[in-house]
Protein backbone atom coordinates (compact mmCIF):
# COMPACT_ATOMS: atom_id res chain seq x y z
CA UNK A 1 0.00 0.00 0.00
CA UNK A 2 0.84 3.50 -0.33
CA UNK A 3 0.99 5.91 2.15
CA UNK A 4 1.18 9.79 2.10
CA UNK A 5 2.07 11.63 5.64
CA UNK A 6 2.24 15.77 5.90
CA UNK A 7 3.52 17.70 7.67
CA UNK A 8 4.36 21.87 8.09
CA UNK A 9 1.12 22.80 8.68
CA UNK A 10 -0.06 26.05 11.69
CA UNK A 11 -0.77 29.33 12.25
CA UNK A 12 0.88 31.68 10.76
CA UNK A 13 0.27 35.83 10.24
CA UNK A 14 -0.53 37.57 7.17
CA UNK A 15 2.69 37.67 5.00
CA UNK A 16 3.88 35.01 6.73
CA UNK A 17 5.59 31.76 4.98
CA UNK A 18 5.45 28.39 5.72
CA UNK A 19 6.40 25.34 3.91
CA UNK A 20 4.93 22.35 3.80
CA UNK A 21 6.05 18.41 3.29
CA UNK A 22 4.75 15.42 2.16
CA UNK A 23 6.50 12.17 2.10
CA UNK A 24 5.42 8.83 -0.20
CA UNK A 25 6.13 5.49 1.38
CA UNK A 26 5.22 2.34 0.85
CA UNK A 27 4.64 0.31 -2.56
CA UNK A 28 5.82 3.56 -4.41
CA UNK A 29 7.30 1.79 -7.52
CA UNK A 30 6.73 4.69 -9.68
CA UNK A 31 5.60 8.22 -9.05
CA UNK A 32 3.88 10.21 -11.84
CA UNK A 33 3.02 13.41 -9.83
CA UNK A 34 2.54 14.68 -6.73
CA UNK A 35 1.09 17.50 -5.34
CA UNK A 36 -1.17 19.44 -3.36
CA UNK A 37 -5.19 20.42 -3.09
CA UNK A 38 -7.08 22.51 -0.09
CA UNK A 39 -9.90 23.11 1.16
CA UNK A 40 -11.50 25.70 3.27
CA UNK A 41 -14.38 25.76 5.89
CA UNK A 42 -17.52 25.66 3.63
CA UNK A 43 -16.01 25.33 0.06
CA UNK A 44 -15.36 22.50 -2.36
CA UNK A 45 -11.56 20.86 -2.02
CA UNK A 46 -9.35 23.42 -5.09
CA UNK A 47 -6.41 22.89 -6.98
CA UNK A 48 -3.14 23.97 -5.63
CA UNK A 49 0.11 22.90 -7.28
CA UNK A 50 0.95 19.87 -8.98
CA UNK A 51 4.62 18.13 -9.73
CA UNK A 52 6.20 15.76 -12.86
CA UNK A 53 8.35 13.50 -11.30
CA UNK A 54 10.12 12.94 -14.16
CA UNK A 55 10.60 16.06 -15.80
CA UNK A 56 10.31 18.49 -12.63
CA UNK A 57 7.77 20.33 -14.41
CA UNK A 58 5.12 22.25 -12.25
CA UNK A 59 2.06 24.01 -12.03
CA UNK A 60 -0.23 26.24 -10.52
CA UNK A 61 -3.47 27.47 -9.31
CA UNK A 62 -3.94 31.24 -10.54
CA UNK A 63 -4.61 32.32 -6.86
CA UNK A 64 -1.04 30.99 -5.87
CA UNK A 65 1.44 31.50 -8.47
CA UNK A 66 4.33 33.50 -7.30
CA UNK A 67 3.66 32.76 -4.28
CA UNK A 68 4.00 29.25 -3.95
CA UNK A 69 6.63 27.23 -4.98
CA UNK A 70 6.34 23.33 -5.52
CA UNK A 71 9.25 20.91 -5.47
CA UNK A 72 10.44 17.17 -4.61
CA UNK A 73 13.52 15.49 -3.63
CA UNK A 74 13.31 12.15 -5.45
CA UNK A 75 15.79 10.27 -3.03
CA UNK A 76 13.16 10.86 -0.06
CA UNK A 77 10.12 10.64 -2.14
CA UNK A 78 9.28 14.11 -0.79
CA UNK A 79 7.48 17.29 -2.21
CA UNK A 80 7.42 19.85 -0.64
CA UNK A 81 5.40 23.56 -1.11
CA UNK A 82 7.03 26.42 -0.43
CA UNK A 83 4.20 28.94 0.75
CA UNK A 84 5.56 33.05 0.97
CA UNK A 85 3.10 36.09 1.14
CA UNK A 86 0.49 34.10 2.58
CA UNK A 87 -3.39 35.85 3.01
CA UNK A 88 -5.93 34.93 5.47
CA UNK A 89 -8.08 32.96 2.27
CA UNK A 90 -4.76 30.52 1.69
CA UNK A 91 -6.53 29.55 5.54
CA UNK A 92 -7.97 25.86 4.46
CA UNK A 93 -7.11 22.05 5.11
CA UNK A 94 -3.79 21.56 2.53
CA UNK A 95 -3.86 17.67 1.31
CA UNK A 96 -1.31 16.03 -0.44
CA UNK A 97 -2.05 14.06 -3.48
CA UNK A 98 0.10 11.26 -5.66
CA UNK A 99 -0.35 9.17 -8.94
CA UNK A 100 0.93 6.60 -7.98
CA UNK A 101 1.78 2.94 -9.56
CA UNK A 102 1.99 0.43 -6.56
CA UNK A 103 3.74 -2.04 -8.73
CA UNK A 104 5.61 -2.97 -12.75
CA UNK A 105 2.25 -4.47 -14.05
CA UNK A 106 -0.39 -2.54 -12.20
CA UNK A 107 -1.64 0.70 -13.22
CA UNK A 108 -1.27 4.22 -10.99
CA UNK A 109 -3.76 5.15 -8.83
CA UNK A 110 -4.30 8.45 -6.67
CA UNK A 111 -3.18 8.36 -3.19
CA UNK A 112 -4.28 11.25 -0.36
CA UNK A 113 -2.75 12.06 2.49
CA UNK A 114 -4.47 13.18 6.12
CA UNK A 115 -4.91 17.52 5.48
CA UNK A 116 -2.34 18.91 7.48
CA UNK A 117 -4.37 22.72 8.56
CA UNK A 118 -2.75 26.19 7.29
CA UNK A 119 -4.38 29.61 9.31
CA UNK A 120 -3.44 32.14 8.22
CA UNK A 121 -4.80 35.54 10.67
CA UNK A 122 -4.91 39.31 9.22
Known amino acids: QVRLVESGGGLVQAGDSLRLSCGAS????????MGWFRQAPGKEREFVAR????????NYADSVKDRFTISRDNAKNTVYLQMNSLKPEDTAIYYC???????????????WGQGTQVTVSS
Open 51 to 58: ITWSSNSA
Open 26 to 33: GRTFTIYT
Open 97 to 111: TALISPGRIVGPSDY
